[in-house]
């Protein structure tokens, strides 16, 4: 009767283990120190409660982080070391043992050496929880997360770096590709959107970057694994390109050639997508860096050009594995006629991207704001629920805004500190959606703008003072934006009840020329969940400050010219930067006012008055005002003046000394 062969050789694992058990050993220790023994050290001081998370990669998370994503990359590189050194390939491949069973054998061994340091970890958290006081801080399925998470990322690498093993002859290569394949997607992703924000007009880079792109890569997911833990939809993911990933590299096993040992690529297929994969990253890489350092348009296409020379050449020396690789032009030229081709499709905006503005009829609603940051409902200061538009004479004011900006097709220049964002996000009646971001001078779309800005609805959808239950209004209380500590607090309901309500009436009644007026006073809400809302109160708020001098508050919390010890104003456009640039704002002005480059103001009258007319200083403001309050010792607050709210005593005395 013939005898059956085991599928397990014992000799085959026991020379792994003594090749690749030490990082086992390593990681064990590694998570030892990052968790158990940080905890029990945590627990035995006398307060805990400060240093110990119910999410457990909150414990020592750059240590663990790190052996997450070097450990299972090293274990792969020792381990399919022998596909890669020709005498061992030729060893390993002589024994009588099928490539099937050898795969499976250094696969499952990796596999073990990962995930028992991870499992006797999590007994050891599990004993912790039974026996000490860390069931206080945790309940026991953060521990079960914590190392589903962890067994589900080691994996992931682990068969990523498994896959590219199966593809290269070379270990540095392996180590190097592996981490390229995981932020492959993410960094393509970033340098296209880089790339397409100068290219095309009103591409909202921002927006993509920012929202999606943790989306395109495991490792920025799990940097982000302190904050936030996966879905189940990120782990189903991850899971599927993991076992995608261990397939792959089962057949690319079985078919691998022995002699390709020592090869940069092995199979003939890959190396064209390997030799233009890098030619094209490295193009976007160098347009990417002219972009940033010489700002100009024919400086960005020559970093095209030189990025996409340099990583040709080197993907060649690399496949070759020798320099003399120059001859080899006709790829290239194919690869730039491509490249052209793409170039003038996107210049030319032959998919009408640029000119794209939505029908009224196909909108649905319509967010507009100064960034993206607004529709992130992660912001738990954000209490806009809904900030989309979704009256119609509203949303064709925005559309009209939006028409104009792309009939003008206005370039902004950069620094330049006038230009406003204007981000556009359309939800579509078919589900889909528009996101556009401009860069504009505001003035020259004014009349669009302020229709949009003066509508009730956009005002509702924008200002969080509309989103508030009055009923669930505990305490309102009302400070000086500047100035001094004094402040009031009111918890009578009736109050609070009229305070709000002037306050949504002074907000429906400002205007598109007032939005840049100085906060006198803020109001803080503690809601009943806890939560604080501030809204601010404009210095033209005048049925609010009635409201403040009936109730005989505005005496308590009012400003005045008592409260400021100088104003000192100067020319914007002449010294502005060196306010703004400097470090200590106190010392430029000081400076300034030693050089004699503006004018002092110290009488309560004159003070008064430009009180009523100061805005946030920017770029727009022909003068900037430095306010010195008695009340803060070293601190000087920066504000605006326009041209028609300066006194004509400060024009002249200014123009006069400059």
Same mark, same amino acid.
């Given at each position: 009767?013939?005898?059956?062969?085991?599928?397990?050789?014992?000799?085959?694992?026991?020379?792994?283990?003594?090749?690749?058990?030490?990082?086992?050993?390593?990681?064990?220790?590694?998570?030892?120190?990052?968790?158990?023994?940080?905890?029990?050290?945590?627990?035995?001081?006398?307060?805990?409660?400060?240093?110990?998370?119910?999410?457990?990669?909150?414990?020592?998370?750059?240590?663990?982080?790190?052996?997450?994503?070097?450990?299972?990359?090293?274990?792969?590189?020792?381990?399919?070391?022998?596909?890669?050194?020709?005498?061992?390939?030729?060893?390993?491949?002589?024994?009588?043992?099928?490539?099937?069973?050898?795969?499976?054998?250094?696969?499952?061994?990796?596999?073990?050496?990962?995930?028992?340091?991870?499992?006797?970890?999590?007994?050891?958290?599990?004993?912790?929880?039974?026996?000490?006081?860390?069931?206080?801080?945790?309940?026991?399925?953060?521990?079960?997360?914590?190392?589903?998470?962890?067994?589900?990322?080691?994996?992931?690498?682990?068969?990523?770096?498994?896959?590219?093993?199966?593809?290269?002859?070379?270990?540095?290569?392996?180590?190097?590709?592996?981490?390229?394949?995981?932020?492959?997607?993410?960094?393509?992703?970033?340098?296209?959107?880089?790339?397409?924000?100068?290219?095309?007009?009103?591409?909202?880079?921002?927006?993509?970057?920012?929202?999606?792109?943790?989306?395109?890569?495991?490792?920025?997911?799990?940097?982000?694994?302190?904050?936030?833990?996966?879905?189940?939809?990120?782990?189903?993911?991850?899971?599927?390109?993991?076992?995608?990933?261990?397939?792959?590299?089962?057949?690319?096993?079985?078919?691998?050639?022995?002699?390709?040992?020592?090869?940069?690529?092995?199979?003939?297929?890959?190396?064209?997508?390997?030799?233009?994969?890098?030619?094209?990253?490295?193009?976007?890489?160098?347009?990417?860096?002219?972009?940033?350092?010489?700002?100009?348009?024919?400086?960005?296409?020559?970093?095209?050009?030189?990025?996409?020379?340099?990583?040709?050449?080197?993907?060649?020396?690399?496949?070759?594995?020798?320099?003399?690789?120059?001859?080899?032009?006709?790829?290239?030229?194919?690869?730039?006629?491509?490249?052209?081709?793409?170039?003038?499709?996107?210049?030319?905006?032959?998919?009408?991207?640029?000119?794209?503005?939505?029908?009224?009829?196909?909108?649905?609603?319509?967010?507009?704001?100064?960034?993206? *940051?607004?529709? =992130?409902?992660? +912001?738990?200061? !954000?209490? &806009?629920? /809904? $900030?989309?538009?979704?009256?119609?004479?509203?949303?064709?004011?925005?559309?009209?805004?939006?028409?104009?900006?792309?009939?003008?097709?206005?370039?902004?220049?950069?620094?330049?500190?006038?230009?406003?964002?204007?981000?556009?996000?359309?939800?579509?009646?078919?589900?889909?959606?528009?996101?556009?971001?401009?860069?504009?001078?505001?003035?020259?779309?004014?009349?669009?703008?302020?229709?949009?800005?003066?509508?009730?609805?956009?005002?509702?959808?924008?200002?969080?003072?509309?989103?508030?239950?009055?009923?669930?209004?505990?305490?309102?209380?009302? *400070?000086?934006? =500047?100035?001094? +500590?004094?402040? !009031?607090? &009111?918890? /009578? $309901?009736?109050?609070?009840?009229?305070?709000?309500?002037?306050?949504?009436?002074?907000?429906?009644?400002?205007?598109?020329?007032?939005?840049?007026?100085?906060?006198?006073?803020?109001?803080?809400?503690?809601?009943?969940?806890?939560?604080?809302?501030?809204?601010?109160?404009?210095?033209?708020?005048?049925?609010?400050?009635?409201?403040?001098?009936?109730?005989?508050?505005?005496?308590?919390?009012?400003?005045?010219?008592?409260?400021?010890?100088?104003?000192?104003?100067?020319?914007?456009?002449?010294?502005?930067?060196?306010?703004?640039?400097?470090?200590?704002?106190?010392?430029?002005?000081?400076?300034?006012?030693?050089?004699?480059?503006?004018?002092?103001?110290?009488?309560?009258?004159?003070?008064?008055?430009?009180?009523?007319?100061?805005?946030?200083?920017?770029?727009?403001?022909?003068?900037?005002?430095?306010?010195?309050?008695?009340?803060?010792?070293?601190?000087?607050?920066?504000?605006?003046?326009?041209?028609?709210?300066?006194?004509?005593?400060?024009?002249?005395?200014?123009?006069?000394?400059?």
């Amino acid at each position: 009767m013939p005898s059956k062969t085991s599928w397990i050789n014992k000799e085959l694992m026991i020379q792994n283990l003594r090749n690749v058990g030490w990082v086992g050993i390593v990681y064990f220790i590694g998570l030892l120190f990052s968790l158990p023994i940080d905890i029990i050290g945590k627990l035995s001081n006398d307060d805990p409660f400060y240093a110990i998370y119910d999410n457990l990669f909150k414990m020592q998370y750059p240590i663990q982080i790190w052996l997450m994503l070097i450990i299972p990359v090293i274990l792969s590189l020792f381990l399919f070391r022998f596909l890669h050194v020709k005498q061992a390939t030729d060893f390993i491949h002589s024994l009588p043992i099928k490539r099937s069973k050898l795969f499976l054998h250094f696969t499952i061994m990796g596999f073990g050496i990962l995930i028992i340091p991870i499992l006797l970890n999590t007994v050891i958290l599990l004993s912790l929880y039974a026996f000490t006081d860390f069931q206080q801080f945790v309940q026991v399925q953060d521990i079960f997360i914590w190392c589903g998470i962890t067994i589900l990322m080691n994996t992931l690498f682990f068969t990523t770096a498994t896959f590219i093993a199966m593809v290269t002859g070379l270990t540095a290569v392996q180590g190097a590709l592996t981490y390229i394949l995981l932020l492959f997607p993410a960094g393509m992703f970033m340098l296209v959107c880089f790339s397409l924000k100068d290219l095309l007009f009103g591409f909202p880079e921002d927006y993509f970057f920012n929202i999606q792109i943790e989306k395109y890569s495991p490792i920025i997911k799990a940097s982000y694994l302190e904050n936030e833990i996966f879905s189940w939809w990120d782990a189903c993911l991850f899971l599927f390109i993991s076992i995608i990933f261990y397939v792959l590299s089962f057949f690319l096993y079985k078919t691998r050639k022995v002699e390709v040992a020592s090869q940069s690529i092995v199979f003939p297929v890959l190396r064209p997508i390997f030799k233009f994969g890098v030619a094209f990253c490295t193009m976007l890489v160098g347009g990417l860096y002219f972009n940033e350092i010489q700002q100009q348009q024919g400086w960005i296409w020559f970093g095209y050009f030189v990025g996409s020379l340099f990583g040709y050449y080197l993907a060649e020396m690399v496949l070759q594995k020798h320099w003399r690789v120059f001859k080899q032009w006709k790829g290239y030229a194919g690869f730039l006629v491509v490249i052209g081709l793409i170039g003038l499709l996107i210049h030319f905006d032959l998919f009408q991207y640029e000119k794209k503005v939505p029908d009224l009829d196909d909108v649905e609603a319509v967010h507009i704001s100064s960034g993206y *940051y607004h529709l =992130m409902n992660n +912001n738990q200061e !954000v209490y &806009i629920k /809904d $900030p989309f538009i979704k009256e119609s004479n509203s949303i064709e004011a925005v559309l009209s805004l939006h028409e104009s900006i792309v009939e003008k097709q206005e370039k902004s220049e950069r620094n330049m500190e006038e230009y406003e964002r204007i981000f556009l996000y359309y939800k579509l009646k078919d589900g889909s959606k528009l996101v556009r971001d401009y860069s504009i001078k505001l003035e020259n779309y004014k009349s669009y703008y302020a229709s949009i800005y003066e509508s009730k609805n956009f005002k509702e959808t924008t200002e969080q003072i509309f989103q508030v239950d009055t009923s669930k209004v505990d305490k309102l209380t009302i *400070y000086p934006d =500047m100035g001094g +500590n004094k402040r !009031v607090a &009111i918890v /009578d $309901p009736e109050e609070i009840q009229e305070a709000i309500n002037i306050l949504k009436d002074e907000v429906y009644n400002t205007s598109f020329e007032d939005r840049g007026k100085v906060h006198l006073y803020n109001v803080e809400l503690l809601l009943s969940t806890e939560k604080w809302m501030h809204v601010g109160v404009k210095n033209n708020y005048k049925q609010f400050e009635d409201w403040l001098r009936e109730k005989g508050y505005l005496e308590e919390i009012q400003v005045t010219s008592d409260d400021i010890e100088w104003m000192y104003v100067i020319n914007q456009r002449e010294y502005g930067d060196r306010i703004f640039n400097s470090m200590d704002q106190e010392q430029a002005v000081m400076e300034l006012m030693k050089e004699n480059k503006g004018i002092e103001i110290n009488d309560s009258p004159d003070i008064q008055k430009l009180m009523n007319h100061l805005n946030y200083g920017n770029m727009k403001n022909q003068y900037l005002v430095a306010v010195k309050y008695k009340a803060h010792k070293g601190y000087i607050e920066i504000r605006g003046l326009t041209e028609q709210d300066t006194p004509a005593f400060i024009k002249d005395y200014i123009n006069e000394n400059e």
